[in-house]
């Protein structure tokens, strides 16, 4: 069939997956409580500018946008991600159609997708990652209109798609670059030797340029990041964990991405979009090479679902209904079973019960519960990232409150972490006690100038108080400690420090002085 007639079908059809995905998002995004990052990317809001330590400004924007529509609610924080996730099986069934797809292929791509666990648990939370994913099916989408309809507005499109991926996260530029190599290599390079595609690179540049100046004006903080991050996080990530953990991240819909992956590689019916598979390998060998985590590839695999269904639907014809019937049973049910692991649908009780059966019976799923220490825990470290945080921040308060209105007037309360940090942002208003002070990852860039209070409310997940900052007090006072169990901020202590001396002043003005250089 001509791209003519098939270029505007199926998009009812596609539809019904995007209501699948979004009522799954709805059902289950205000459980547990809000996550560690999603509080940093909220703090965003309140200090919009062209960049932060660990992330571009696409997100701190998103950010403003969804408090003053929709308030502060987990709820609410989670309406533009799930946005984001039912965009993204949008264009996956859009791509499936690209390729040749009809509905049977649309079917197992998308549904394939909804219940595949790395994109269960990448696109309900407010973090820039669902995003990234969005702009990289974007840009497949928008490549694979301009091959099929050679019309260069859609080349257009995607230098804004690029950019815009650009100002979310940096990983962009290396999935981009992946694109044009493998189109280079393939034999659809000819589509870019002409002026349009000059075009849409100045416009991805001239879209993502205000970032740049700004990582030149503070000193290129993303090297630092990136570095903190290879020191802290993924020196941990061994080359065999990060392959072995592409090939589970998706449950048995491995099945279909990776007949997509052979079927663009080998079969003639989809020779002109190999550069897909090309640029896979390419991204899938940096991030190996890079010791990169699990999910910096996950935008990749939309566009290997898509071809997975296009194969699979050539490999089994209409006559054979009841075999297509149980092929989507065969790569769909089994992942649904898996669904509490990844999205909390269930309530805590529940979903503890489900990882004990996981643990007893399904021994391949142990990397679920592996946390970056390579430790396995009783939950995934995002579902314990969302517990005990207003447990902390109200102990925090509590401690200030003890105060005399005359002390409070002299009080200024501080976190170690990020994750604190943001916490305690988020719930000082609801608590009455002043917004904190830290000097960990983007805090720094509005940090005051100095922390010298004659009473500091010190959260602290380390032994900083009693091992470094004793000596620099007159006296200090544990006043409460995170006590939720299963929180990964268990055991996390809330101190009241009085009367620190100058020299306190002194290292935090250093360490202020260093950072904002980093």
């Avoid at 159609?97 to 292929?105: C, M, N, S, W, Y």
Wanted: aromatic share 16%; proline share 4%.
């Amino acid at each position: 069939m001509s791209y003519k007639n098939r270029r505007g079908s199926y998009s009812k059809f596609i539809f019904i997956f995007v209501a699948i995905k979004i009522a799954l998002n709805l059902l289950s995004i205000s459980r547990f409580g809000f996550h560690r990052d999603e509080f940093l990317h909220l703090v965003l809001a309140d200090h919009l500018d062209w960049g932060y330590k660990e992330v571009p400004p696409f997100i701190a924007l998103l950010a403003r946008i969804s408090l003053s529509l929709f308030g502060d609610s987990v709820f609410a924080a989670r309406i533009f991600p799930t946005i984001a996730g039912g965009l993204i099986i949008w264009l996956t069934g859009r791509i499936t159609v690209e390729l040749g797809g009809r509905r049977f292929a649309i079917t197992l791509a998308c549904l394939g997708l909804i219940f595949a666990p790395a994109f269960v648990a990448s696109n309900y939370l407010f973090q820039p990652v669902v995003f990234d994913q969005l702009w990289w099916v974007l840009t497949v989408w928008l490549f694979c209109k301009y091959l099929n309809t050679a019309d260069v507005r859609y080349l257009y499109w995607l230098g804004a798609a690029v950019g815009l991926g650009m100002l979310t996260k940096y990983s962009m530029a290396f999935f981009t670059g992946s694109l044009i190599i493998g189109i280079l290599i393939s034999n659809e390079r000819k589509l870019l030797f002409n002026r349009h595609v000059v075009i849409s690179a100045l416009i991805a540049v001239l879209i993502f340029l205000p970032n740049i100046i700004w990582q030149f004006a503070h000193h290129l903080p993303v090297i630092t990041h990136m570095k903190e991050l290879r020191e802290t996080q993924l020196d941990y990530v061994k080359p065999s964990d990060f392959m072995l953990q592409q090939l589970l991240v998706n449950g048995v819909s491995l099945f279909i991405w990776l007949t997509g992956f052979f079927f663009l590689l080998f079969a003639f019916k989809l020779r002109r979009f190999r550069y897909l598979a090309i640029a896979y390998i390419l991204i899938f060998l940096f991030l190996l090479y890079m010791d990169g985590k699990s999910y910096y590839i996950f935008g990749a695999y939309p566009m290997l679902f898509a071809a997975g269904g296009f194969a699979l639907e050539k490999m089994i014809t209409r006559s054979w209904v009841v075999l297509r019937i149980a092929t989507i049973l065969l790569f769909i049910v089994p992942n649904l079973l898996l669904l509490p692991l990844f999205l909390p649908v269930l309530s805590l009780d529940k979903t503890l019960a489900a990882f004990r059966y996981s643990a007893e019976h399904l021994p391949f799923l142990k990397f679920a519960v592996t946390w970056e220490d390579q430790k396995q825990h009783p939950l995934t470290q995002d579902y314990a990232d969302m517990l005990g945080w207003e447990e902390m921040a109200k102990k925090a308060a509590d401690a200030y409150h003890s105060l005399t209105p005359e002390q409070q007037k002299h009080a200024q309360i501080y976190a170690d972490n990020y994750g604190e940090a943001g916490a305690l942002h988020h719930f000082h208003k609801k608590y009455n006690m002043p917004d904190v002070v830290s000097l960990n990852s983007s805090f720094t860039l509005w940090a005051p100038d100095s922390l010298n209070a004659k009473y500091i409310v010190y959260v602290d997940d380390d032994d900083n108080v009693t091992a470094r900052l004793a000596p620099l007090l007159e006296s200090y006072k544990q006043m409460g400690e995170v006590t939720t169990p299963l929180a990964r901020e268990k055991g996390t202590r809330i101190y009241l420090l009085v009367n620190p001396s100058p020299k306190l002043n002194e290292v935090y003005s250093t360490e202020l002085a260093k950072k904002r250089l980093q």
